[in-house]
RNA sequence: GGUGCCAUAGCUCAGUUGGUAGAGCAACGGACUGAAAAUCCGUGUGUCCCUAGUUCGAUUCUUGGUGGCACCA
């Protein structure tokens, strides 16, 4: 039987680490599961893994893409699990890890088929919504599916002008093409989460924060300040020293926000895994207790 | 030392013509199906600095303290 395992917790947690530990363990390459780390140009702020680490193991969707691309929990869906097939051949067991909920419930739930948009409808959608604002779009989506516009949160404007989008786009409501079904996928998924106390968790965030400006965040984020409105940088870490190089903030507050909003997604992230019932949780220094339950797994 | 001003939520402050109080930020909780480190929503009991008095009733008025700030010496 082939199986995933799948770790994950809130930014800072040390999953990284760990993960190495797994996969040298069962000889696995490791299927990094994180939004940002998988562009190029910005290891520092996204605490992506070192030369040395990567070294040490293979891994996927790491500083892969420029900045400019456009990616997506889908892309990522059709990737991974194409990529997983080819692994299978060779593996029964691979490793994957990170911190980007939409991305690891593509690869252990699914995600229904729906078009990628087009980026000039996009691009028109969202400069419609910047002249006129919301309540036109709403009020198309209102006409184009009545059911999606009762459930939907219309003061969310991604998620108000992204159903339009796809109305437009297919023709179809939107949703009529949410299945919210489950996908059965051929190995089976083994979920670790780990964990720590609140007051420990912030104080490692905040360190690491400290680190990342000794380890050069500063001079990363000025490289690509010219890309700022792109949405990969629309990131913590940089959005905020992106706000200091405007002359907004001084850096000390720049600072202190990237360590405030870090905290901020890590307890977003928690909210978000509290709910999945399929997690086993440990604490990061429980290696032991983890490699026990894996091999009870698998 | 004298005079004046201030003292209200973790912070900055508003307010109560005397009927025990509210904004922003922070903090906390939540949502989440192709931009997700994004985007959005919800939650405010706090000795209204202490003390004594006036009053049916004081955080609000008066007395005396304490602390801070400013000016004068």
Redesign the pocket.
């Known amino acids: 039987m082939k199986s995933l395992i799948v770790l994950l917790g809130p930014?800072g947690v040390g999953k990284t680490e760990l993960s190495l530990t797994i996969a040298e363990h069962y000889e696995s390459p490791i299927i990094s599961c994180?939004?940002?780390?998988i562009y190029k140009r910005i290891p520092v702020?996204?605490?992506a893994p070192t030369p040395e680490q990567l070294s040490r193991i293979k891994h996927y969707f790491i500083e892969i893409l420029e900045l400019t691309d456009?990616?997506?929990?889908?892309?990522f869906e059709e990737e991974t699990i194409s990529l997983l097939s080819t692994l299978y051949q060779a593996k029964d067991t691979i490793v994957m890890t990170g911190?980007?909920?939409?991305?690891i419930d593509a690869i252990c739930k699914g995600?229904?088929?729906?078009?990628?948009?087009d980026e000039k409808l996009?691009r028109d959608l969202?400069d419609q919504y910047q002249q006129e604002g919301i309540d036109p779009i709403r009020n198309q989506l209102k006409i184009l599916d009545p059911d999606f516009y009762r459930q939907v949160?219309l003061?969310?404007?991604?998620?108000v002008?992204?159903a339009l989008e796809i109305c437009l786009m297919t023709g179809k409501p939107y949703s009529s093409l949410?299945?919210?079904?489950i996908k059965k996928r051929p190995f089976n998924i083994i979920k670790i989460g780990l964990k720590r106390d609140?007051e420990e968790l912030y104080s490692l965030i905040n360190q690491r924060v400290d680190l990342m400006m000794k380890q050069g965040l500063l001079d990363e984020a000025k490289q690509v300040y010219h890309l700022r409105n792109l949405?990969s940088l629309?990131?913590?870490?940089y959005?905020e020293l992106f706000k200091y190089f405007d002359g907004e903030w001084t850096l000390d507050f720049a600072i202190e926000k990237i360590k405030?909003?870090?905290?901020?997604?890590s307890?977003?992230q928690?909210?978000?895994f509290?709910?999945d019932t399929e997690m086993q949780w440990f604490h990061p220094s429980q290696a032991k207790e983890i490699m026990e339950y894996l091999n009870k797994m698998i």
């Open positions: 930014t994180d939004s940002r780390q702020g996204t605490a456009y990616f997506s929990a889908s892309r911190g980007s909920m939409m991305y995600i229904d088929e729906i078009p990628t948009i996009r969202f949160d003061k969310n404007h991604k998620r002008i992204h949410r299945t919210n079904s609140r949405n629309n990131t913590v870490g959005k405030q909003n870090s905290r901020i997604y307890r977003k928690m909210t978000w509290k709910k």
